[in-house]
C-alpha cells in the first residue's frame, strides 16, 4: 500500500526522471558487455555452462570469461567455446586435435568433452568433421564457479525472470532519488 501511496504522490516530471534512470542504467549494462566484447575481440565474453560435459574442470553453473586473439593460434589443450550452424548454444569443450589446410594455413580443430568418453563429431552437423577456426567464440582464460546457476535458473523458469525484472522496474519507479 505503501508503494502506491509513494506512486500516486509523484508527479509526472518524476515518473518521466525515474523511467529515463532506468533506461540509462539498461544501456549502460549493454554498452558495458559490448565493450567487454570488443576488448576481448568475442561476441560473447562471459558463458554459463550448461551441462557436465567438461567436469571435472568446469561444473554446470559456472562463469567463464573469453578472449578470442585472432593473430594467436588454437593448440591442444585449449578450452573453447564454439558454435555449431543451425545450433542456438555454443559448446564448451577442449581441443584434442589440430589440423592445418597446407594450401589456405586454415586452422580446423577437434574437441572433446572432458567428461565424454569420444570426440565431438557427433555433435557436429552430419559431414563435418572438423570446427572451423572461425566458428570459436573464444577461449576460457578464467571462471567462477557456480555463479552462473541464477541465470540457468532464470532460463529455465521464465516466469522468475519476468517477475524479477519487474520488481527491478517497480523499486527504481518508486524510489525517490
Do not use: C
Not at 13 to 26: D, E, H, K, P, W
Not at 95 to 114: F, M, P
Not at 150 to 157: D, F, K, P, R
Amino acid at each position: 500500500m505503501e508503494a502506491l501511496k509513494t506512486l500516486k504522490n509523484m508527479s509526472i516530471r518524476q515518473m518521466l526522471l525515474q523511467s529515463l534512470n532506468f533506461l540509462l542504467v539498461l544501456s549502460s549494462a549493454f554498452m558495458f558487455w559490448k565493450g567487454l566484447g570488443l576488448y576481448h575481440n568475442t561476441e560473447s565474453p562471459i558463458v554459463v555452462v550448461l551441462s557436465g560435459s567438461m567436469e571435472p574442470a568446469f561444473y554446470k553453473g559456472d562463469i567463464l570469461f573469453l578472449s578470442n586473439p585472432k593473430q594467436v593460434p588454437i593448440e591442444i589443450g585449449d578450452i573453447t567455446v564454439f558454435k555449431v550452424e543451425g545450433r542456438d548454444i555454443p559448446i564448451v569443450h577442449r581441443v584434442i586435435r589440430v589440423h592445418r589446410e597446407a594450401e589456405t594455413n586454415k586452422q580446423y580443430l577437434l574437441t572433446k568433452g572432458d567428461n565424454n568418453e569420444i570426440h565431438d563429431r557427433g555433435l557436429y552437423n552430419p559431414g563435418q568433421m572438423w570446427v572451423d577456426k572461425d566458428d570459436v567464440v573464444g577461449r576460457v582464460k578464467g571462471y567462477v564457479p557456480y555463479v552462473g546457476m541464477v541465470t540457468i535458473l532464470l532460463n529455465e523458469y521464465p516466469q522468475v525472470k519476468f517477475a524479477v525484472l519487474g520488481l527491478m522496474g517497480i523499486m527504481i519507479i518508486l524510489s525517490k532519488e
